[in-house]
């Protein structure tokens, strides 16, 4: 099972929106609506931001939203902010013999 | 509150074995599976394994498959990573993690670090 592909790194200014990409194939991202995003800061925890493709836990903000159209998901930080600054990886439920498989990860940076 | 601790890493050979443990407190450990994530130093996070609820079911990610194997204690609310012929590349910090709902992963553990060196 291969990672998901996500670009290396996305960079924006403050109050700007971006948009990081999760390209995968019919039999993860394409087949399911599992499909997840992580924050994660060096150092800490993975923290949930989106999952079943769209939804946010409570306590995310609502600058960040998530959407599919066919094998390639994304997440969508509106108004940047420099807390914003992270790493993040989708992840996708899969048909293969593993089940999951998270993406390349991202690098987010607030010019 | 809800709590996922490791222990169990540390410095050791190739070729040999390592077991993780993975502490839950402050859920019903026993409605939810549980995995096993791992970031390689500079590198992306990677899914090793999960087991279902009671344990009946267990999947592993290509890279381990044959050498991990995850349990579970639902009596201690206790995961396991039993690790053996430890490779170079298995050199990272693993992270137990609840899956709430499929892929859903809202409670991750600390990390504890395997170095696996001469």
């Known amino acids: 099972q291969s990672a998901l592909t996500q670009p290396a790194s996305v960079s924006g200014s403050p109050g700007q929106s971006i948009t990081v990409s999760c390209t995968g194939t019919?039999?993860?991202?394409?087949?399911?609506?599992?499909v997840s995003w992580y924050q994660h800061h060096p150092g800490k925890v993975p923290k949930l931001m989106i999952y079943d493709v769209s939804s946010r836990p409570s306590g995310v903000s609502n600058r960040f939203s998530g959407s599919k159209s066919g094998n390639t998901a994304s997440l969508t930080i509106s108004g940047l902010q420099a807390e914003d600054e992270a790493d993040y990886y989708c992840s996708s439920f899969t048909s293969g013999s593993s089940r999951y498989v998270f993406g390349t990860g991202t690098k987010v940076t607030v010019l | 509150q809800e709590q996922l601790v490791e222990s169990g890493g540390g410095v050791v050979q190739p070729g040999r074995s390592l077991r993780l443990s993975c502490a839950a407190s402050?859920?019903?450990?026993?409605?939810?599976?549980m995995h096993w994530v791992r970031q390689a130093p500079g590198k992306g996070l990677e899914w090793v394994a999960v087991?279902?609820?009671?344990?009946?079911?267990?999947f592993y990610g290509d890279s381990v498959k044959g050498r991990f194997t995850i349990s579970r204690d639902n009596s201690r609310n206790t995961l396991s990573l039993q690790m053996n012929s430890l490779r170079a590349d298995d050199t990272a910090t693993y992270y137990c993690a609840k899956e709430l709902s499929f892929n859903r992963f809202d409670l991750w553990g600390q990390g504890t670090l395997v170095t696996v060196s001469p």
């Open positions: 087991t279902s609820v009671d344990g009946s079911d267990k």
């Open positions: 402050g859920f019903t450990f026993s409605r939810y599976g």
């Open positions: 019919s039999s993860d991202v394409g087949g399911y609506n599992y």
